[in-house]
């Protein structure tokens, strides 16, 4: 089955703490992005890649890291997490940004930072 | 800069009405634009896809139109029923990035 798998589905943290949030699919896309979800705010993109070993800022990228490494996978790094970031989770996948296919998404990871 | 709004925010209907969302966009200049449903709490669901040579897709009681010369776009849901309810989002590519609406709200009232 095509999709996008994000791990962990929630995750409850201690401020400063490391984590990384993994997200990987099976659709042989070229382009990975993250959002978060606030109520209020709707999703913002957080950073984005269009291929292997190429990655952008998207419009909150403050206090996040991502790598590519492969095509599949597009872990998202908090290296320090603070409460602000505690916050809906989702990694989506196409196979270009400008379609034919449209977005895929992961189930979101729900991250809590106490 | 591409700029997505939806209207309305938030909509209640009785179950059996025929609604429509709507979905308006600041730059014309789409590739495509994609519909998506999602439930309190979860992942985001792709309904339909407009390419931008398109003008709409349907998909069951769902249809989905595109006019990119007013830079709107409709999706209409057909004799809606309780399990409609949900959050309906636009979004389109703006440059590198994909820019959503804030979304609509449906609640189909039994």
């Known amino acids: 089955e095509a999709q996008v798998t994000q791990n962990p589905r929630y995750l409850i943290t201690v401020t400063g703490k490391k984590l990384t949030v993994t997200c990987s699919q099976n659709m042989n896309h070229e382009y990975m992005s993250w959002y978060r979800q606030d109520p209020g705010l709707g999703l913002r993109q957080i950073y984005y890649?269009?291929?292997?070993?190429?990655?952008d800022k998207g419009d909150v990228p403050e206090g996040y890291k991502v790598s590519r490494k492969e095509k599949r996978n597009f872990p998202l790094i908090l290296e320090s997490p603070s409460p602000n970031q505690t916050s809906l989770y989702f990694c989506?996948?196409?196979?270009?940004?400008?379609?034919?296919?449209?977005?895929?998404f992961g189930s979101g990871t729900r991250l809590t930072v106490v | 800069k591409q700029e997505v709004t939806q209207i309305p925010a938030a909509l209640s209907v009785p179950e059996g009405e025929n609604l429509v969302l709507n979905c308006s966009f600041t730059d014309s200049a789409i590739y495509n634009l994609q519909w998506f449903r999602q439930d309190p709490g979860k992942g985001l669901t792709s309904l339909l896809l407009?390419?931008?040579?398109?003008r709409e897709q349907t998909s069951g009681r769902l249809n989905a139109s595109l006019d990119k010369s007013s830079g709107r776009s409709t999706l209409y849901i057909a004799a809606s029923q309780p399990g409609d309810s949900a959050t309906y989002l636009c979004a389109v590519p703006g440059g590198f990035k994909t820019i959503f609406g804030a979304g609509t709200r449906l609640f189909v009232k039994a």
């Open positions: 407009i390419q931008s040579s398109q």
């Open positions: 989506a996948s196409s196979l270009s940004i400008r379609g034919p296919n449209g977005y895929t």
């Open positions: 890649s269009m291929n292997v070993e190429v990655t």
